[in-house]
């Protein structure tokens, strides 16, 4: 029977199909056994493997360093930068006087705005002007009347107060009165201490004379006493004593008096100089005022009219004005580009890792109108920071080769302004580093957090 149901055994394996077969060997008691059991050198070598890997990753970041980079806008200038020219006021041009590409020279004038005042009239009250500091000045006494077939506009009525005051002030000027007064009451002090003089001579001979009465009537009272004269005579020389005594004070009484006169005479003679000066002072100041008035009149005028370059350089026209000549208040108009100068890069950057920036570090530059991909991009490095910002922006200024010589090889052509991108390299960092700082931000993050719940 054993054997009969071993060969029925095989015969239903046999039948049995080969996939069911080799399903059975796999889950076997002695398979499951072996898959089952993990040899003990492959977990000692995969630990050790695996911190082997995390080590190597940790040189490896602690080497490798990449620089760290701060972006902003520039654009390229020289030394002296290229100035627009913009007009104050909303107006029209009614005449330009310097074509497109001509040179210009600092404070010319460049174009005319519509305005209330012929550009005549101006150039005649600056000479008017002129003539009338000259007037005060004692170079010339006689002005031109005023053109009145010209406008003066707003500066019409302050002009006819000048005119007035430079008329009074002539006619002052040129009046004999004063300067006669002057003399008369000169003349008359001269001859009151001309008679001081002979008042003092006088004095001192009648003093002399008392002193002599006055010896001989001593004389006499001694005399008198010894009895050798008589009491007439002893009179008579007193009375002469006497007479010798009122005469020098009469003497003093005019000299006193005519140290009087003379000091009534000077003091007049100081009143009507202080008030000739005084007069003088007076219109002086009025002429003095009114043309700073109308010199502040005119500065208006031109700024707000006159479009005038600021230094020396070439004239751009921003626009075509011949066919549109109305302009708004801030508009630019043209701009004057210095002539070839040191050129270096201005980068305007925001104040987010600002302080980084340090002079000397490199800069690379890119080139809206070279893109960096066919010319490459120009190098330079730091030269100024700015200390204070403006518009929530710093100003850095960058050093660069005068060529404009790319890393690429390509000269680049300069224009004023060109614009572009700049990168500052700060410092360089590794990739633990970097790591490390976004921890640190996310802990300090979380930190606040916690504090402010």
């Excluded at 029209?92 to 174009?111: F, N, R, S």
């Excluded at 002086?284 to 005038?308: A, C, F, H, K, P």
């Excluded at 390509?410 to 590794?430: H, K």
Aim: hydrophobic share 35%; proline share 4%.
């Amino acid at each position: 029977m054993p054997e009969t149901k071993t060969v029925n055994t095989r015969v239903e394996r046999s039948q049995r199909p080969p996939e069911r077969d080799r399903t059975e060997e796999i889950r076997s008691e002695e398979v499951q056994e072996i898959l089952g059991h993990t040899p003990r050198w492959i977990i000692r070598q995969g630990i050790t493997l695996i911190f082997g890997l995390i080590v190597l990753l940790l040189v490896l970041a602690w080497l490798v360093e990449y620089p760290e980079i701060i972006s902003g806008e520039m654009h390229l200038n020289t030394e002296v930068p290229t100035s627009k020219l913009s007009s104050n006021i909303n107006g029209k041009l009614t005449q330009i006087l310097v074509q497109d590409g001509e040179e210009v020279k600092p404070g010319q004038a460049i174009a005319f705005l519509e305005n209330p005042m012929d550009i005549s009239g101006v150039v005649y009250l600056e000479k008017y002007l002129i003539q009338v500091e000259s007037m005060l000045a004692g170079r010339s006494v006689e002005l031109p009347p005023v053109d009145t077939s010209l406008v003066f506009a707003s500066v019409q009525a302050e002009l006819t107060r000048l005119q007035e005051n430079c008329l009074e002030y002539q006619h002052f000027y040129q009046d004999p009165y004063p300067d006669e007064e002057k003399r008369n009451i000169q003349n008359r002090i001269d001859h009151y201490r001309e008679l001081l003089a002979i008042n003092q001579e006088q004095v001192n001979l009648s003093q002399r004379d008392l002193e002599n009465a006055k010896t001989n009537f001593e004389a006499d009272e001694d005399l008198l006493k010894q009895g050798v004269i008589a009491p007439m005579t002893y009179l008579e020389e007193e009375a002469r004593f006497n007479e010798k005594n009122q005469a020098v004070q009469g003497f003093l009484q005019m000299e006193v008096q005519n140290r009087i006169t003379l000091a009534n005479l000077e003091k007049r003679l100081l009143e009507v100089e202080h008030g000739y000066s005084e007069k003088m002072r007076n219109l002086t100041t009025e002429i003095q005022l009114s043309l700073g008035e109308i010199r502040n009149e005119l500065s208006m005028w031109d700024q707000d009219y006159v479009i005038r370059s600021t230094y020396t350089g070439q004239l751009v026209w921003l626009d075509d004005y011949e066919s549109d000549p109305f302009v708004g208040a801030g508009q630019a108009l043209f701009a004057v580009v210095p002539p070839e100068g040191e050129i270096e890069g201005i980068i305007k950057l925001s104040t987010s890792g600002f302080g980084k920036v340090k002079i000397g570090q490199k800069v690379r530059l890119q080139m809206d109108n070279y893109p960096h991909q066919e010319y490459g991009i120009l190098q330079g490095e730091v030269k100024t920071v700015a200390s204070i910002p403006h518009k929530n922006q710093y100003r850095v200024t960058v050093a660069l080769n005068q060529d404009l010589q790319t890393n690429y090889g390509y000269e680049l052509q300069y224009l004023p302004e060109m614009a572009g991108r700049a990168e500052i390299v700060t410092e360089n960092l590794t990739v633990l580093q970097r790591i490390l700082y976004q921890l640190r931000k996310v802990m300090d993050r979380d930190k606040r957090k916690n504090a402010s719940s």
